[in-house]
């Protein structure tokens, strides 16, 4: 039963670009969340998909922005990079959207903008 | 708002020390608690959790127990061992399904 995958595991763009990470939950898993992991820091909430809708949203600008598709996979895009979003992006899944259990964190993409 | 702080790291043991990370949180009304953990080069694992007030959470030899007279989630384990050497994060979750992590402590454990 494979966990929670995410890819690419690391890219650099360059400052102005735009950036998509994917997703993909864990088998039976039906809501996905997305944090960003700044170095030395712990891990920020950005937002939340369930039904293929946003249903809640952290403290970040409109240049972050995702996507779920029905098949729960979802992306997070990110425009106009600036350096500090260099950082380490976690998707995470659960099922259901009030449902109390275990959260399942993927490895991670790291993004480097120079 | 709703925060966590914990310790800062790095603390460095030897095998079979005791540990001690500690947590603090802000919170209003009882929110639940959790301790993940992140092995080097791999995803946070929820390592235990806890969601009311004098529940001990357990798992692995690790041990926290939620105590809302100090608003307090320490971690503990009484013999560490050099594969528990990881960053561990303390994090709370309240009325939305978000959790709020503190910013993370690195433990090294040598031989």
């Known amino acids: 039963d494979a966990g929670v995958t995410q890819s690419p595991t690391h890219l650099i763009k360059t400052r102005g670009q735009q950036v998509t990470l994917r997703c993909s939950p864990k088998s039976g898993h039906d809501t996905v969340s997305w944090y960003q992991q700044a170095l030395g820091q712990g891990p920020q909430f950005i937002f939340q998909y369930y039904e293929e809708e946003e249903r809640q949203r952290g403290n970040f600008p409109d240049r972050f922005s995702g996507h779920q598709y029905p098949n729960y996979s979802s992306e997070l895009n990110v425009n106009a990079l600036l350096l500090g979003d260099s950082a380490l992006y976690l998707c995470?899944?659960?099922?259901?959207?009030?449902?109390?259990?275990?959260?399942?964190f993927g490895e991670g993409s790291r993004l480097t903008v120079l | 708002g709703n925060s966590v702080t914990q310790m800062e790291g790095p603390v460095t043991l030897s095998e079979e020390a005791f540990l001690t990370i500690n947590c603090t949180y802000t919170a209003t009304g009882y929110p639940s608690l959790f301790w993940y953990v992140q092995y080097p080069g791999e995803g946070l694992q929820l390592l235990l959790k806890?969601?009311?007030?004098?529940d001990k959470g357990s798992n692995k030899g690790f041990e926290a127990t939620y105590r809302k007279e100090t608003t307090s989630f320490h971690l503990e384990k009484g013999s560490v061992q050099v594969s528990d050497s990881a960053v561990y994060f303390c994090a709370l979750r309240h009325n939305t399904d978000k959790l709020i992590f503190g910013t993370g402590t690195r433990l090294q454990v040598f031989p």
């Open positions: 995470a899944s659960r099922t259901g959207l009030r449902n109390t259990g275990e959260l399942f």
């Open positions: 806890a969601t009311k007030a004098d």
